[in-house]
């Protein structure tokens, strides 16, 4: 068999497995996968660079799967690789399989990502991309020489966060990132032609990309592509293929079933399926096969790879025996263990705003984890991200030596881009912008939360004493929304996401403390906008490390707790002052973190809120915020309406965020 008969059989083998995997599960995308097999037999089985005994390599290339309803493709190749069984395909979508359908992140079989929502997969490619250069300016390239290959559909090409990410990989000049675009003008209710007309090649020449074109379903026009675009120096590379949807699909009739649209999402059924079967070389009876020939070509690529993973580890030891020090930090920083930080270098100014504090802590960051990149979506002087920014300065173009991601107005394409910085490996990230906005950062929290990357989200503004901003830029349903999420446990049990909203400057260093020491889930970190007065003398700030603790009044037999989280606690303070005069003994409960509280032991939970306990709760959010805390024996003070533009100071009087109101409200309740 020659050659290209061998490339084209080993492509119809993987379009034999997708379209099975799909048929036996009666679910799934069979159309996409098989237009694509070309592509990903090309490069996995000629080009992509990875260790076939050690899968978490870090010297590996990385390939992001953008579109997951396309994964039967990946399971496929990854099974011609050895990463997965037959068996294992054929339980694809079941419960309990390792190929659920859309893939969750397992290096150890070579999946990158989690991929599903389109637009994302491509996006965390760019972040990699980013890691990348970075760290092969700390390190050296002798280590860091790998390429980030991205994969894309139509609909990922529509999706808005492609702008973002398409703009900043441009500006950035990513040149080891290379992202094949399956154009096969169908999509899953419509020919593309219905829903965009614009010229897609211009439109990443305008952002400054090496475009090429190519056949997607010709061996020879796919390799040369790959060949030039490893070539690239100055800019990263956009290969659109032009691919046919279910390429070798036959109808019952025994018709073509090719470029049909009918064959995107669901099984090809019935005589459609075994005529597609043996059409393509395959036992409609017994289709779960690797044929010999194919298994031949990639042991023998298996072969290939063993000698060139062999010269790079050569490299990497006379690197390390040049570098010692440099050899350690690649070893620490690829061990996903938590960064050692000093924090008492962190000086707190008192009374300040929480942002403000939270930029001491950037500053301390900044200075004693080089491997930390942090981000804010062109807010660095409000989010106070410019803590780290003065330590540092920005990634740009041709000079990745710094540490700040400037990522434009781009919320989404930012939290994604620094998810894929920690994917790559090697690359603690953290992102900045307004809570209000955390609203387009959602899917990628979400995504977060899914593959357990320790991302940190820093949100400020936190509350309606934005003020004169307008009802637009405060931040109401926002807490109550992050804090559901919280609640969620991720698939080893624990929380899918740590969120901390501190009470003042000095909490602010302990929260920020457990999030760089979170290297399990994302955390959320949540700043107010305006000034907080310290909380009571002889705080212990080391309480916070339990989610919830007193601050106030713990040797009292009280009559009522007051309970809140952030700013809301100084206001809790000054009406507790209040209700003293009047004899009312009160116990003051500050609340970062409510997952965390729920974390501790029973004792603890209720040594903190005793059962029966009347307490008051007081929120800058909707009510359900405190609710599970406080209980029905409570009351919370929240807010029933979006926020109104004024200064924060008349806000705060307007909307009851005084002392004077809790100690109203507590004496109502009494």
Request: charged residues 25%.
């Amino acid at each position: 068999m020659n050659e290209k008969k061998l490339m084209q059989r080993a492509a119809d083998n993987i379009r034999i497995l997708a379209a099975s995997m799909v048929e036996k599960a009666k679910s799934g995308h069979p159309g996409g996968a098989m237009g694509g097999a070309d592509f990903i037999n090309v490069l996995f089985s000629e080009f992509l660079v990875y260790d076939p005994e050690n899968p978490q390599w870090e010297g590996r290339d990385r390939f992001f799967l953008d579109p997951g309803h396309m994964s039967p493709m990946l399971y496929s190749a990854l099974a011609l690789q050895g990463w997965f069984t037959l068996d294992e395909l054929k339980e694809f979508r079941q419960w309990g399989s390792p190929t659920p359908g859309h893939p969750e992140r397992d290096l150890n079989r070579g999946i990158e990502n989690t991929s599903g929502p389109l637009g994302q997969g491509h996006t965390f490619a760019a972040g990699a991309a980013v890691a990348e250069k970075f760290l092969a300016t700390k390190l050296g390239k002798e280590v860091m020489q790998h390429k980030i290959y991205a994969y894309i559909s139509d609909g990922g090409i529509e999706e808005e966060i492609s702008q973002g990410t398409g703009r900043i990989a441009g500006t950035l000049g990513l040149s080891n990132l290379i992202m094949f675009y399956d154009s096969n003008d169908i999509q899953l209710s419509t020919e593309t032609k219905v829903v965009m007309a614009e010229d897609t090649a211009a439109k990443y020449k305008a952002w400054g990309w090496n475009v090429l074109t190519c056949n997607g379903n010709d061996v020879d026009e796919i390799r040369a592509a790959i060949i030039e675009a490893q070539k690239e120096t100055e800019r990263p590379t956009i290969i659109i293929g032009k691919t046919i949807m279910g390429k070798g699909a036959l109808r019952a009739d025994g018709t073509s079933y090719e470029a049909c649209i009918d064959t995107h999402g669901a099984p090809l059924g019935g005589d459609a399926y075994i005529n597609t079967m043996k059409s393509l070389g395959a036992d409609p009876e017994n289709p779960f096969v690797i044929f010999p020939e194919v298994q031949e070509l990639y042991a023998k690529r298996k072969e290939e790879l063993k000698k060139i993973v062999a010269e790079r580890n050569a490299q990497k030891e006379a690197w390390a025996k040049a570098n010692p020090e440099k050899a350690a930090l690649l070893k620490e920083w690829f061990s996903g263990n938590a960064p050692k930080v000093d924090w008492s270098a962190c000086v707190q100014k008192e009374g300040a705003a929480t942002r403000a504090a939270s930029a001491a802590c950037l500053g301390v960051l900044a200075e004693q984890v080089p491997n930390m990149i942090c981000a804010s979506a062109d807010l660095s002087n409000s989010d106070k991200t410019d803590g780290f920014l003065k330590k540092t300065k920005s990634i740009v173009r041709g000079d990745f030596e710094g540490a700040f991601f400037q990522a434009g107005v781009a919320e989404l394409t930012m939290a994604c881009m620094c998810i894929g910085m920690y994917l790559h490996g090697g690359v603690i990230p953290a992102c900045g912008t307004f809570f209000v906005f955390s609203d387009y950062m959602k899917p990628a929290a979400r995504m977060a939360a899914l593959m357990e990357v320790p991302i940190k989200f820093i949100w400020t503004h936190d509350a309606f004493r934005v003020g004169e901003d307008g009802p637009t830029h405060e931040p109401v349903e926002q807490e109550a929304q992050i804090r559901l999420m919280e609640k969620l446990k991720n698939h080893h049990g624990k929380d899918s996401i740590r969120v901390f909203r501190p009470a003042d400057a000095d909490e602010t260093t302990v929260c920020w403390a457990m999030a760089m020491e979170n290297m399990e889930t994302p955390t959320a970190l949540i700043f107010s906008r305006q000034n907080i007065a310290k909380l009571p003398a002889g705080n212990d700030y080391e309480q916070a490390r339990k989610g919830a603790y007193v601050v106030a009044g713990s040797d009292e037999q009280f009559d009522i707790i007051l309970l809140a989280s952030g700013s809301e606690v100084s206001t809790l303070v000054a009406g507790a002052e209040l209700l003293r005069k009047d004899g009312v003994k009160v116990r003051i409960v500050s609340v970062p973190s409510e997952g965390l509280f729920r974390a501790q032991s029973k004792e603890y939970q209720e040594s903190v809120l005793p059962a029966g306990s009347k307490i008051f709760g007081m929120t800058a959010g909707l009510p359900v915020t405190l609710e599970s805390l406080v209980g029905a024996n409570g009351k919370v003070w929240g807010m029933p309406s979006f926020g109104f533009s004024a200064p924060y100071k008349v806000l705060d009087e307007k909307l009851g965020y005084t002392g004077e109101n809790v100690y109203k409200q507590v004496k109502a309740m009494l």
